[in-house]
C-alpha cells in the first residue's frame, strides 16, 4: 500500500524496492453509482474469452498479452464496458504437469500488474514457473485499462530550514489535493466511481474464468491483500489457495490505515540497529540541516526533507543496506567536511537525484480507497492523526500518516466498502505472510488478518522488508509459500523465518 510517492530515480540508485511492493467529482449527478458488493457477493461470473498475442515492446518479450472486457458496472450490465490490459508468461514445465494460473497484483492501490511482470517472473522460484502460468493485470482506471488521463501529484509545501507551521503545511496540501482530485475525477468522470476493490474482485474472478480455472490461485501483495481477502469472502467455493503477503488490515478505517505512518520509522529502526554509524550521522546531518542547506555541484540543494525521504524510500530495502549506510555518510561528509572529500560526497549525493518536491500519491490511490473505506476525517481529525503519526514516526511519519489521512479531499462519490466483519466459521486455509519490521504494512495487521481468517496459518519474516515472497529475499518464506501453491501443503502452525539483512562490516 505504500510508496506510491517515492521518487523513482531514489529507487533506483539504492535499488531498495524492487516493487512496491498504497472519490471524486463533488456533487456530480454523471458520477454512476459503483458497484454494491452485498448485492454481487457469489453472484455467477459471465463468461469471457481472451486473444493471447505476443506482447508489444522489448521489456516484455516472451510474454503474451490480452484484453479482458467487463462490465462498467456489474451491477449494471447497460453501464458499458471496460477494457483491462492482461499479460502472462507460460509455464516453463511439461503440459502434463501444469496445474493452471498463478494470479498476482502487485498493490497500490495505484499500480498496474503489467509493467512489472517480467521483474516478478525473473525473482519467481523455479518450482512455481514450472507449474504455473505467471498472470496479472491492470486493474481497473489503472495502466493500460482504461488508465486515468491528465491527472497529477500535487507536492507538500515544506520550508527549506527552519520552524515548520504543520497546521499550514497541512491546510495548503489538502487544497491542492482537493483540487487535483476533483479535476482529475472530472476529466475522467466515467470510470472513477467504479474503480473500487469491489469491482476489481469481480474483474479478477472474470479473468479467472476466462483463462479456464475452476478455481483461483491468488498472490495479493501489500494492496493486493485486499482484493485477495475481499475476493475469498466473495467466492469462497472458489478458491484453490490464496497468498495473502504484506497484509492490509482487513478491519481497518482510513484513521486506521494511517496509523502505517510508522511503518518507515519502525523499519528503519532494524537498518540503524545494522548500522549504528549511519544511526548518528543521519542524527547529526538531520539536526544541522534544520538550519542550512548544502549545495550539490548540480545547483541542486540537499535539505532536511530529502534526507528523510531517502531513508523513507529504502526502509524496507534490506538488500540496499550498506548502499543506503553509505549514501548516509557521504552527507555527512558533505555538510561536514572540506575539500576534495566534501566535493566527492556531494557528486555522490547529485548522482541519487535527491527528490526536489515532497509528491503525495496520485488520484488513483485516493479514488480506491476512498470509494473503498467510508469515514472521512474532518480536517481537524486530520490533523490530530498527522501529528500523533508524526510524534510517532519522526523520519516519516510527518509525511506518511497525512498522505493517507487527507487522501479523499475534494471527493464525493457513493462509496462500496470492502468487507470488515467475518463470518465466526469462517474456513479458508489461507497463508499469510509479515515481516516484524515491515516498512509499509505494520506486523499487526498481518496478526489482524489471521484473526479475521482464523483457519489461515502465518509465515513471519524477521525483518523489515515489505513484500517477501518470490523477491529473492528468503529461501525459507519461499520454500513455504511455493509448496503450499505447488501441493497445498501449508505448515503445521505458524511458523518463523529468519532475516537475512546483514550487519555493517
Not at 144 to 157: E, R
Not at 297 to 319: F, H
Not at 401 to 424: H, K, Q, R
Request: charged share 15%; net charge neutral; proline share 7%.
Amino acid at each position: 500500500m505504500a510508496g506510491s510517492h517515492t521518487p523513482r530515480s531514489v529507487r533506483r540508485a539504492l535499488l531498495a524496492l524492487v516493487v512496491a511492493v498504497g472519490l471524486l467529482l463533488p456533487g456530480s449527478a454523471a458520477l454512476a453509482s459503483p458497484v454494491s458488493s452485498g448485492a454481487l457477493a457469489g453472484s455467477a461470473t459471465p463468461a469471457a474469452t481472451l486473444a493471447w498475442k505476443a506482447c508489444d515492446g522489448k521489456d516484455l518479450a516472451g510474454f503474451e498479452c490480452a484484453t479482458l472486457t467487463v462490465p462498467l458496472a456489474w451491477a449494471d450490465a447497460s453501464s458499458g464496458t471496460m477494457a483491462l490490459a492482461v499479460a502472462r508468461h507460460r509455464s516453463t514445465g511439461p503440459a502434463s504437469r501444469r496445474i493452471g494460473s498463478l494470479f498476482f497484483n502487485p498493490g497500490g492501490p495505484g499500480l498496474g500488474g503489467v509493467s512489472v511482470l517480467p521483474t516478478i517472473w525473473k525473482m519467481l522460484p523455479s518450482a512455481a514457473k514450472a507449474r504455473f502460468d505467471l498472470v496479472t493485470w491492470d486493474p481497473r482506471g489503472m495502466g493500460g485499462s482504461s488508465g486515468l488521463v491528465g491527472c497529477v501529484q500535487v507536492a507538500m509545501p515544506l520550508p527549506p530550514t527552519g520552524p515548520v507551521d504543520w497546521p499550514a503545511v497541512y491546510a495548503q496540501a489538502r487544497d491542492a489535493r482537493a483540487a487535483e482530485n476533483a479535476r482529475c475525477a472530472e476529466r475522467n468522470a466515467t470510470i472513477v466511481a467504479h474503480m473500487g476493490t469491489m469491482a476489481v474482485v469481480h474483474d479478477l474472478d472474470s479473468l479467472r474464468a476466462a483463462v479456464g480455472d475452476p478455481k483461483i490461485t491468488y498472490w495479493g501483495m501489500s494492496y493486493g491483500t485486499r482484493i485477495g481477502y475481499a475476493y475469498a469472502l466473495t467466492f469462497p467455493d472458489r478458491i484453490r489457495a490464496i497468498v495473502l503477503d504484506g497484509n492490509i488490515d482487513p478491519s481497518s478505517s482510513i484513521v486506521d490505515l494511517a496509523g502505517s505512518g510508522t511503518a518507515k520509522d519502525t523499519a528503519l529502526g532494524y537498518f540503524f540497529e545494522l548500522y549504528p554509524t549511519a544511526a548518528a550521522q543521519y542524527r547529526r546531518v538531520h539536526e544541522a540541516l534544520q538550519a542550512r542547506t548544502v549545495p550539490l555541484p548540480s545547483g541542486a540543494e540537499m535539505t532536511r526533507w530529502n534526507l528523510d525521504l531517502l531513508l523513507d524510500s529504502a526502509a524496507g530495502g534490506e538488500s540496499g543496506y550498506a548502499l543506503l549506510a553509505e549514501v548516509i555518510g557521504a552527507a555527512d561528509t558533505a555538510t561536514f567536511g572540506s575539500g576534495a572529500a566534501a566535493a566527492k560526497a556531494a557528486r555522490l549525493l547529485d548522482s541519487v537525484d535527491l527528490a526536489k518536491t515532497v509528491d503525495m500519491s496520485g488520484p488513483s490511490f485516493a479514488f480506491v480507497n476512498c470509494i473503498d473505506y467510508a469515514d472521512r476525517p474532518t480536517p481537524a481529525e486530520q490533523d490530530a492523526v498527522a501529528r500523533s503519526v508524526r510524534l510517532r514516526g519522526p523520519v516519516a511519519g510527518w509525511f506518511e500518516g497525512y498522505e493517507i489521512v487527507s487522501m479523499c479531499a475534494g471527493l464525493n462519490v457513493p462509496t462500496d466498502p470492502v468487507p470488515i466483519e467475518f463470518p465466526s466459521d469462517w474456513g479458508a486455509k489461507l497463508l499469510l505472510v509479515g515481516s516484524t519490521r515491515d516498512a509499509a504494512t505494520p506486523y499487526a495487521w498481518t496478526a489482524n488478518m489471521a484473526t479475521a481468517f482464523r483457519a489461515s496459518r502465518v509465515v513471519t519474516y524477521v525483518g523489515a522488508k515489505h513484500v517477501v515472497y518470490g523477491l529473492g529475499m528468503s529461501p525459507c518464506v519461499n520454500a513455504y509459500v511455493t509448496a503450499y501453491f505447488v501441493d497445498l501443503a501449508r505448515p503445521a502452525r505458524d511458523v518463523g523465518c529468519p532475516g537475512v539483512a546483514k550487519a555493517a562490516g
